[in-house]
């Protein structure tokens, strides 16, 4: 089974856990996801199957929006409400205040990723440090918040929409809200309604794809792998050049230089490919490789 699922993850899964239970959903070994979210998180998980899974490094990429809670008045190890408290404050926030503090985070900043984070240091995950009690300096890295907004109320929560880029730490992002606030923040909720082009409207819960897999109609939930590449034009190749393809050769095109989805002439979507001085070269190839024989490989 090859495609793209799009997932509305529970709260309290990981994103691990839900690729292992689409694995039995599915039937299907390779599957891979992009963008993992926190298990207090939920939302959108764009998951990748069979040789789709080749697809998921250029969906990591792709800029995310988010519904986030923002708690002022508390600090957590982990940045969130799941955490351990390490300062309360009992002053009150208005909203014109953070309100003016938001362009500040607005645009590309820096950010310095939390101790309870997957990013790796001397080859250990920084989570499994601070669950040592072990808290390490971390090297910030520049993020970009391209759209930062307070959208609404939640008894003391406020609400904002955030559009972000890969790597960015939305709790963090509270946290540091917080502190200008002079207040302390943690996130309190956090859902991914978007991510590239892949909304979480079109989302089918796991509940319901058991149920279509129970009906053997599972198919209606898969998308093509070629949907993610939809900003590139689509490029048909003749039977020779289509040989070539599947061989991992390098090809002669006529097409203008750039990137292109490409097909067969029956339609089947063959390769992400680049075109440079009228030669086609092969960025990553969706076909399968037995379907190329045995003297052929993909790339």
Partial sequence: MNGILLVDKPRGFTSHDVAAALRGILRERRVGHAGTLDPMATGLLVVFAGRATRAVQFAESAEKTYIAGLRPGIVTDTQDITGTVLSRSDAAVQARALLALLPEFTGTLMQTPPMYSAVKVGGKK???????????????????????????REGDDFVLRIVCSKGTYVRTLCHDIGARLGTGAALSSLRRTAAGGFSVV???????????????????????????????????????????????????????????????????????????SGTMRTVKSFFEPELAGKSQKAV
């Fill in 126 to 152: 920084l989570y499994e440090l601070a669950r040592k009690g072990i808290e390490l300096a971390r090297k910030s890295r520049p993020v970009t918040i391209r759209e930062l907004a307070l959208v609404g």
């Fill in 202 to 276: 079109d989302a089918f819960t796991l509940e319901q794809l058991r149920r279509l897999a129970g009906e053997e109609r599972l198919a209606e939930a898969l998308l093509p792998v070629d949907s993610l590449f939809s900003a590139f034009p689509a490029l048909p190749l003749n039977r020779e050049q289509e040989k070539k393809c599947r061989c991992g050769s390098g090809f002669g095109c006529l097409a203008e230089d750039g990137r292109y989805r490409v097909y067969s002439p029956d339609g089947e979507f063959l390769m992400l490919g680049d075109v440079e």
